[in-house]
């Protein structure tokens, strides 16, 4: 599967963003789609996930609360909201896939995820 991210931009602490990730390939919807982020010098950290068939989600501490990924399977989408957004939100966000029987274990760890897309930058101004 191919992924492609979109939807970054800069917005003032606050504010909002939508990030959309498109997918091509028939098999979409058998994957658990992650989103990840990753600020200049730091690692790449889990944001949050959903699972294939979008009945299950995960969020990251720092960010629940303010995010809600969701997925729509008849687009081959997925999408982040990002509210509230502060400072410290600042990062490239790439979203990924992952599939098998038991990925939905091991979800927060960007090296299960096989497919991954081009980063979105967010920067959030204070």
């Known amino acids: 599967v191919q992924l492609q991210a979109s939807g970054g931009g800069l917005v003032q602490a606050g504010g909002s963003l939508r990030l959309s990730c498109a997918a091509s390939?028939?098999?979409?919807?058998?994957?658990?789609m992650g989103w990840f982020r990753q600020a200049p010098g730091k690692e790449r950290d889990f944001v949050a996930a959903i699972a294939w068939s979008g009945g299950l989600t995960d969020y990251a501490d720092s960010v629940k609360g303010r995010f809600t990924v969701s997925r729509d399977n008849a687009k081959n989408a997925v999408y982040l909201q990002m509210n509230s957004l502060k400072p410290e939100d600042t990062a490239a966000y790439y979203c990924a896939a992952k599939g098998g029987i038991s990925g939905w274990d091991t979800r927060t760890s960007f090296k299960t995820y096989a497919y991954w897309g081009q980063g979105t930058l967010v920067t959030v101004s204070s």
């Open positions: 390939g028939r098999t979409f919807r058998s994957y658990h």
